[in-house]
């Protein structure tokens, strides 16, 4: 391991150790995402942007305990034409529940079962001829392959792979809500350091149905823009009880030098 990460990793021990001492944390961010974003803050790391790592390197990743199994590990759209997303919108999107005037998609996707919708199938497919991860879509009535050529490349999935998720910092955190006071607090209670195995793993562990690709389209439900497509993000996910496949856990140690 590079000497200089592992000296940033105890360092960021000695920190996550000072926040833990604090207990209960009221948190610095509203909605999904604030036990990340408090942690930054108590840090004092300013946000980067999602295509680097979040500390000198090493990504941050909070969990909330007993929460949802899946880790989202990074975000990258279809990359192979633009507009791709809109098309999926367009075409393959249903009536929102809350506003059957509008239209919404969410799937999870892998590669060993199909998701079906109201009128198709999604399935992922590990492309090595070609060197892309395909999402296939299916008809749903007929069980014909609609030709979309809706793909990622690996070139730049290992590109974001690697520049964001070679080290990583995984914190499990408890959460509480005060409903007087209507104030998240958190606490954080448990940090392990990984290392990525290798972007060929990576592969194997979508093909084998692990990884899944999450989704998210919705609609601008106020604002100027209501109505538009509100494109949530499109999201490689991994189990917690799976981490360990695509990374290599580090024994980090405080340097009391």
Known sequence: MNENIEKIMQ???????????????????????????????????????????????????????NS???????????????????????????????????????????????????KYSFQLFVNYKKEIIELKIYDNFTGNLMNEELSWSFKHLKLRLESKLSYLAFISVERYYDRTSKIRYYKYQNIDFFKLISFEKFLKLIEEGYIQVNIKLSYYKTGPREGGIDDKGTTFEIQEKDLEKLFQKLNIQMDFS
């Not at 001492?21 to 108590?42: R, V």
């Not at 759209?77 to 393959?92: G, T, V």
């Open 68 to 118: 949802e199994a899946y880790i989202g590990l990074f975000s990258m759209a279809l990359d192979n034409k633009p507009l791709r997303m809109k098309h999926i919108y367009d075409h393959y999107a249903w009536p929102s529940r809350d506003n059957p005037k509008y239209k919404v998609f969410y799937a999870k996707i892998n590669s060993t079962i199909r998701r079906c919708t109201r």
């Open 11 to 65: 360092e960021l021990l000695k920190e996550f150790y000072r926040i833990q001492s604090l207990n209960w944390i009221s948190s610095k961010a509203d909605g999904y995402g604030g036990a990340g974003q408090t942690l930054e803050f108590l840090l004092k790391k300013a946000r980067d942007r999602d295509i680097l790592p979040d500390y000198h390197g090493i990504e941050l990743k909070t969990k909330i305990l």
